[in-house]
Every structure is written in structure tokens, then in C-alpha cells.
């Protein structure tokens, strides 16, 4: 309202103030006009007079000047310059100039005067009129101008009052509603909150775009109270606490999930940086500080891991990552970052690492008992197998039927405790006899196993078929006692005569997968497990002769080669064995 009656206020006064300035001019002009006209008329009539030197005649003249009573003086003067007579008669004769001045108008003071020549015929010159008028017709128009501009300027600014009271509802009304609707949301952060719209024009517009504003932000707060309940529940589950350190003022915030890894109450922090660096465990405190400031520094991620010593005394250990936030001046000031626990998982690892270092150690402890026992007991072992087999030799002649198949029952069983030494041997020498991993050529090995079990081969009418076999990293001996296991045992547990084994190697990304399968006599999917471990056996010896040792050796050998090893297999159709060798570049690096 203020601004609608200033301007419209200074446009009339402007508006005035010209007509004024114009009226004032123009006014001058007339007045100048008015007075030559008379003049003229004056001096028409005063020439009679002037050319017989008639001075009651002139005055008579001169006293017509009665009718114009702006006319304040008149005078005329003859042709040597003398007041030859004047108006009004009373006024005395100096009160006249002496002599006439050049001919024309002037104002003086609040006077207009002029001196206008008397003139006979074309040039013959008589005299000078010389003519007084006052300014009070002009003062007169101006102060009836004046007031009429104030009446017009007073109207005008009720009206304008008037106009504006009524407009003004229009433009503030949806606004105020808008600053209403504002500030309801400031206030109780409701954003479900619209401004009402009134009518259909800019404001409506703005109305609609301020409402749907609101709709976008409404949709947006709700989108980030669902990701902060969403972030306190990982927060609350995963026992992370955050953290806000404002490095150009020392302070730090923490999240109510933080406190309880430092082992305080909320009331109980002081939220600084230095009374967060108390609160670590004064041998890691330095180291704590140094590689907090160095990520802030240089805006490097955080990453640490300290202990910290809580008010009761115990200590624990967090795990801490962070970020540095860009400042509002574009400066490096703010970092933010989480804390976890780490004490139960820090002591399970140390746990775990003391019982891999007793495990490592009972196991080369068990390795080294095999092989010595293995080893010293083929020494009495080969002596009571000679012995008895010189027994057999020597007097078999001499012995009954029963000491003789006694004597057969103790020769063979000491073949067999042969065979079960010699395997043990060799299943306590895969890690400790093993000889690096090489460039090997798997088809090369599966000649040499063809070889060796060529005489079983043949008794069994075994058909042995393979596929492309690769090169691989590996030892060359050990992968060949898996394959000879494992084509030994397909052709052992075969069903009836002529078993078909096929040897195949399959190429993944990582590792290459090979496969032995037969149509022998199957395992039931329960053993699957059981018949890699060491002396596991499904069957007597009297039905199929060996050890149990077979599949173990080759689990060992394919683990320390970084490979697994597992079967497949349907009772009475046949199974497949399966290992696997990760690839590896020629110095054995997997
Ligand atoms: P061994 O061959 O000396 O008995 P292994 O460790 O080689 O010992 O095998 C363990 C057991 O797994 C065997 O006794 C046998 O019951 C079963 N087995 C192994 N290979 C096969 C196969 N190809 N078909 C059926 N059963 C098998």
C-alpha cells in the first residue's frame, strides 16, 4: 500500500509541478500579449493628443485605463522623451521614470511593464506609452491552480488509498497463506501441509508451484527417514557407532550408538577431540592422534584400528574408518567416520592363530610318527616275512598240512602289513617329501599309469579311454599317484568283467577339473564322504583287497596342491571322481 500511494503521490506531484511551470510561462506570455494589445489601443488613441500637444486629452485617454484594474500606471511621453501625461493623474510626476526606456516588455519585481512606441501614419513617431500592470491575475490562477491540484492530488490519493486497500488483498493474501503454510512446516515439520490457492492468476501459479514444491520435499523427507531408520536399524544390529569431527573448532559428535563402545554415558563425554584421544588407550593415543590429523590433512581415507580404555578400567578394541567432508568455505574442516568392536574378533583370531601354530605342530609331530614308524617297522617286518617265507621254502616237506597253511596265512599277512607300511610311507610323505610344483604334462602321466596297471588292466579286460589332457603346474609323482588310485580303484571295484574307464579334464577360469569315471559297482551317496578318510574301507578284503589309505593319499595330495576332491556315484551304475587343480603360472603362484 505504502508503495502504491508513494508513486502514485509523486507521479501527481510531478504532473503538477510541470502544468505549474507551464502555466507560469505561458501566463507571462499572455500578459505581455494583453498589455500590447492595450498598448496599442492607448497609443492609437493618444496620437491625436500627443501631435496637437493635448495633455487633458492624453490624461483623458490614459483615464480610460480605469476599466482594467490590473493596469497599476500608465504614462506617456512625447517625442523628446518628456512625461507628457500619466495614470493615474493623482500620482505625482516623479513617481514616473524621467525619461522612457527602450520600447518593450519586462517583469520587475511583481510588476510587468512595457514601453510601446506612438506612432503616426507609418514612422512618423510621436511618443512612448509606457504601461504598469500588476501580477495578481496571474496570482490569482496560480493559487486557484494550486488548490485545484491539491483537491485533484488529495482525491486522487483516496482513490489510489481506496484502489490499493482493495488490490492489496489480492497479492497479500496468497502470500501471507504461503508464509502461514511456511511457517506450520517450520514449526512442526509437517510437510503434508498446502497453502490454500486464491484465484486463478501469477499468485495461483506461484501457489501451485510453492504446494508442489512441498510435494517433491515431502516425498524427499520421506525418502530420508526411511534411509535413517533404515541406517539406525544396521546401526542398532551391527553395533557401528558415527562420528562427526569438526576439525577447525576441535569438537566431535558422536551417535548414540557410539558411546557404549567407549564405555560412557552420553552425559559423561564432553564431545572435543581431545576428550575423545583420553578416552583411547595411552599406548595407542599418539599413533591414534597422527593418523586422525594425517587423513585430515590430506583428506585420505581413515582407516585404524586402536584400543580403548573405558572408565571401568577395561579395554577394547574398535576398529575405526573415515572420511574428510568438504567445508562450507571449500576448505578441508569436517571428517566422518564410524567405530566398531573388534575385541571378540580380534580374540578369536588370536585363538585361531594359536591353535593353527598347535595344529601345524601336532600334525608335523603325527607326519614325523607315520614316517618312523612306518619306516622302523619295515625292518622287522621284511625280517619276519623272510624268515617265514625261508620257513615255507626249507621245510615245507617237513611240516603237516596245517603248518603249512599256517605258515601261507603269516606270509601273506606280512605282505599285506608291507603294503599298508608302504602306503602309509607314502601318505606321511605328501607334505614333507613333495617335491616343488612343475610344468607338468597330465597326458605323459596318464601313459605311465597306463603302464603301470597295465598286468590288473589286462586280467580285469579293462578298456582305459581319455580326452585332452592339459598342462598344469604341479608335482608330477604325487598327481600320479592320484590318478593310479584313482583308475586302480575304478578297475578294482568293477562290475563283473571288461570295466570302461574314461579319464577327462575340464577347463574353468581359475583351475582345471578332472574326471575319472567308471561303470564299476557305485558307493551309496552316504559314504561319500566317509571313504576319503584314512582307512575308511566299504568292503572286506576278502571281497576287494586294500588298505583304506587310497583316497586319502589323494585328498592330501589334491589339497596341498589347493585342489578339492569328491565323488559322484549311483550303487551298481558306476561312479565319477572328480578333482581339481587351480591354475597356476610356472613358479607355482596360484
Ligand atoms: P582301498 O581301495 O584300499 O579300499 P580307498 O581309500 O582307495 O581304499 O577307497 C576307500 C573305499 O572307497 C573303498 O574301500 C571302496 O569301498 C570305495 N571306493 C573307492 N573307489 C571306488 C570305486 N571306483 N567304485 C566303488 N567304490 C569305490
Redesign the pocket.
Known sequence: MVILMLTSSVVLLLTCAAFFTYELTTFKEKAFQGLSTLGDVIATNSTASLAFDNESDATEVLSALKARPQIIAAALYDSDGKLFARYPAAFPADSFPRVPEHDGFRSEGSRLLGYMPVVQGDNNRLGTLLLESNKSAMYDRLTRYTALAALVMLVSLVVAYLLAAALQGHISRPILAMAETAKAISQRGDYSVRAAKIGEDELGLLTDAFNHMLGQIEEQDRAIRESHERLNLALKASGVGTWVWDITNSRMSWDEFTYPLFGVQPGAFAGTYDSFLALAHHDDRGRVRAEMERAGATSEAYESIFRVRWPDGTIRDLSARGKVLPGTTGQLSRMTGVFWDITERKRAEERMKGLVVELERSNKELELFAYVASHDLQEPLRMVSSYTQLLERRYSDKLDDDAREFIGYAVDGASRMQRLIN?LLDFSRVSTRGRPLALTDVGEILGTVRANLGVAMEEAGAILTSGQMPQIVADAGQIGQVMQ??I???I??RNGTGPHVRVQAVESESSWEFS?H?D????EAE?FER??V?F????TKGD???????????KRIVERHGGKIW?E?KPHE??T?FFTIPKRDHSGTA
Open positions: 602306503d588310485n584313482l586302480g580303484n575304478a578294482k571295484f575319472v567308471d564299476g559297482i557305485g558307493i559314504y571313504i576319503f584314512i575308511q574301507r566299504l568292503h576287494y583287497p586294500g588298505t583304506g589309505i587310497g583316497l586319502a593319499l589323494c565323488v556315484s558306476g561312479s571322481f
